[in-house]
């Protein structure tokens, strides 16, 4: 029994008859040509179907393949009512296991086109035929028995001659330019010694020296096997040729153009599944066209395996439904390399079918990367935006926070000053102290991330500066864990504050602690660095140049891609509630950029953690360390002092405090009530200790204004926030001091004297 799956899936009509000519099997396609179903072609007979001039040629046929057990072929036409259409038709015997022919298979193929195509060249030829005399096409012939040569008039016109010159064979070939002549020399020889013909496009140069092309086509007749004669037709193609080599110069320009657009095409044909692909194709997949043929990748091959699948429907839509599809996707090179192409391809569709596809192929993998990079800039501007608005808030609140601190200091102070030592009072505003100071440093932690803190720069060695606290780093993260230090040669000096390298490798050791929560290791280490571009492209934030990195390296359970997009944001902490307050690695990221300089950071869930920092090389001399302060002994004033400070708790317990060690204050909680108090008192003034932050006018403004008056007066400053005063390194020539918020009582007397101490 014959298999009919695969016959129903068949592109050709292919059915299966018995000796009768009855239909007891038809696949889809024989139903479409004859423009019924299958249902009722199936017991019919193949009379029904053929013409009547037809029938009995067809019965004879099938009668010869039964009888004679060999395939027969013949041509037919199917009457249909849109027309004719027509058909080779195969007959091959169905044999059974005694050899016997039991039925037979007929598979057809369609000439209708093709018939139609002869019917129409033979039009054609008919037409050539008529119209070949005023096609300008000449004749020529040469008698090899009389070794005479003739032209058409039209062949004499060619050569720019006059009708009257009887031409030769030798003086013909002079005619052609130097390079042509050997070459219709040697046609003319063989077509004479083989009867070989041959069609030649050949430089002419002309009568009146004009340079023409034309084509010669010759052959040789022969009578007793040799030659008696050579004749053909000669044609001035000089136009063609000028159109020929504009098409070719065309294609040039359109291949360069393709290249510089990394733009290739693509034909499919749906019939033979053949495929033809242009050279900028092959070169964008890399595929070596110089070696013969180059191979067309087969199916979905050439796509990654993500894309595949997208691939496969949006072909599958094509095919069956027409849509034409628009994608960017990745493909795999011949040589291995990922690219990203915009693929295109629209369809022809005739009688509802696909016949073809075609499309395009454009290399976009630098734009992709471009995006990618941009996207990954606008993240980065996005974090930086986020954390600048944090960090204003931060700096804001700590602003406020300072002043409330300060003025709790002082209060505890004056408080316990007033109580016996040895009670629980006196205890309980030691706490009061503890917590206030606790606060204090939090706050801290808020300007560093707001980049507000106090500094005082100077140009070190890091090494050094490290080297001196990592006893205490040790201490800080146990015993359990082993801290090793790798100091650098020749390390590079940079300019920053040390006390802020100490506040960040201390946040950066605890937060090694606590991810690795036991036993492990830490390493902290320092480089020399030279930035390039590559570099900044592969850690977007950094700018090219020199750096001294400073890498601490822990063992612990490391973070995933969503922690690390939000490790440096302000409040943001895995740890438990009580734990931590998030500000730790916000405050590394403040401290850095504050000294121009940025960090990086490189983690995976159980590969540790490793946060490297780049703060810039200083150009100068390493300077010496400066010696620590000295702390001076609290003296007790008599001088006196204006008093600004726009926070009215803070300035009560500011003055009284001041009162208490002898000092005379005028206090004041606006710029415009100090002047006016200068004004009055100018004369009697000994010291301006202003806050920097002030309605108004700010604390610098309010000094220049009172010191110009009075150039005997000395100026403190009081903040949290120091950019207004840092910026200025004199005061009228004086340097600058200052009092960092929040101030325990002992500070506040330490630096009035030292502000008194500064004569004018």
């Not at 096609?135 to 039209?154: F, N, P, Y």
């Not at 020539?733 to 918020?741: N, V, Y």
Request: proline share 4%; net charge negative.
């Amino acid at each position: 029994m014959t298999d009919h799956r695969v016959m129903d899936a068949a592109a050709v009509p292919i059915f299966e008859m018995t000796p009768d000519g009855r239909y007891f099997y038809a696949n889809p396609a024989l139903a479409d040509a004859l423009g019924v179903s299958v249902e009722a072609i199936v017991g019919s007979n193949i009379l029904d179907y053929s013409p009547a001039d037809e029938a009995d040629a067809r019965l004879a046929a099938l009668a010869e393949v039964f009888r004679s057990g060999q395939e027969a072929t013949f041509e037919q036409r199917v009457p249909r009512p849109d027309g004719d259409r027509h058909f080779r038709t195969v007959l091959r015997p169905v044999r059974n296991d005694g050899g016997q022919v039991v039925s037979v298979i007929g598979t057809a193929w369609e000439l209708t086109d093709h018939m139609r195509t002869e019917e129409a060249l033979q039009r054609s030829q008919t037409l050539l035929n008529a119209t070949g005399q005023i096609a300008k096409v000449g004749g020529w012939r040469i008698d090899l028995r009389t070794q005479t040569l003739t032209w058409t008039r039209e062949v004499y016109r060619i050569h720019e001659m006059d009708e009257s010159y009887e031409p030769t064979l030798a003086v013909a070939i002079d005619f052609y330019a130097p390079e042509s002549r050997p070459v219709i020399a040697n046609a003319v020889q063989r077509a004479i010694d083989d009867g070989l013909d041959f069609d030649l496009e050949l430089e002419l140069i002309t009568a009146t020296g004009a340079r023409r092309w034309v084509r010669a086509i010759g052959g040789a007749r022969m009578e007793g096997g040799k030659a008696v004669e050579v004749t053909g037709t000669f044609q001035d193609i000089t136009d063609q040729r000028q159109v020929r080599d504009e098409l070719l110069q065309s294609r040039a320009l359109l291949n360069q153009a393709q290249h510089i657009a990394k733009l290739g095409g693509w034909t499919f044909d749906v019939a033979t599944l053949a495929q033809t692909w242009t050279d900028e194709t092959f070169r964008i997949l890399e595929i070596d066209t110089t070696h013969g043929a180059p191979k067309v990748p087969e199916g979905l091959d050439l796509f990654t395996p993500e894309w595949r699948p997208v691939m496969a429907e949006a072909l599958k839509r094509a095919m069956e439904d027409g849509e034409p599809y628009d994608l960017e996707c990745e493909v795999t090179t011949a040589l291995g390399n990922r690219r990203w192409v915009n693929a295109v391809a629209k369809v022809e569709r005739v009688n509802g079918r696909t016949i073809s596809l075609s499309g395009s192929f454009q290399d976009i993998t630098e734009r992709k990367l471009a995006e990618d990079q941009n996207l990954k800039l606008q993240e980065q501007l996005r974090q930086a935006q986020k954390l600048e608005s944090v960090g204003r808030l931060a700096g804001g609140i700590a602003h406020d926070f300072n002043n409330m601190l300060a003025a709790i200091l002082g209060n505890v102070e004056l408080a316990k000053d007033q109580v016996d030592p040895s009670g629980q009072v006196h205890a309980d505003l030691e706490e009061i102290r503890v917590a206030a100071r606790r606060s204090a440093d939090l706050t801290q932690q808020l300007l560093a991330f707001a980049r507000k803190q106090v500094i005082s720069p100077k140009v070190v060695d890091l090494n050094a500066s490290v080297s001196s606290i990592v006893t205490m780093l040790q201490r800080l993260i146990g015993e359990d864990i082993h801290l090793t230090w790798t100091p650098a040669s020749d390390l590079w000096p940079v300019k920053v504050d040390a006390s802020q390298v100490d506040q960040v490798l201390v946040n950066l050791c605890l937060n090694a602690r606590d991810a690795i929560g036991g036993v492990g290791t830490v390493v902290i280490e320092t480089h020399n660095r030279t930035v390039d571009e590559a570099y900044c492209a592969e850690h977007p934030g950094c700018a090219p140049g020199a750096y001294v990195e400073i890498g601490v390296r822990d063992d612990g359970c490391g973070m995933d891609d969503e922690t690390q997009a939000n490790a440096f944001e302000a409040f943001f902490t895995t740890k438990e509630i009580g734990k931590g307050t998030g500000l730790g690695l916000a405050m590394v990221y403040g401290v850095v950029h504050q000294n121009r300089g940025f960090v990086c950071l490189k983690s995976a869930p159980g590969a540790g953690t490793t946060v490297t920092i780049l703060l810039p090389r200083h150009v100068e001399l390493t300077e010496k360390p400066a010696a620590s302060n000295v702390v001076v002994r609290v003296q007790r004033g008599t001088e006196t002092i204006l008093l600004v400070e726009d926070e009215p708790v803070l300035l009560r317990v500011t003055k009284r405090l001041l009162e208490r060690h002898g000092y005379t204050v005028h206090a004041s909680s606006t710029p415009a009530v100090a002047l006016r108090l200068a004004a009055e008192h100018g004369r009697t003034i000994d010291l301006l200790m202003t806050d920097v932050t002030l309605p108004e006018m700010n604390g610098v403004a309010l000094a220049g204004k009172v010191v110009s008056d009075f150039p005997s007066i000395r100026c403190l400053f009081m903040s949290g926030d120091t950019r207004a005063v840092v910026g200025a390194e004199s005061l009228h020539g004086r340097p600058i001091h200052f009092l960092q918020k929040p101030f325990s009582q002992s500070d506040i007397t330490n630096a009035v004297r030292a502000a008194l101490a500064d004569h004018p």
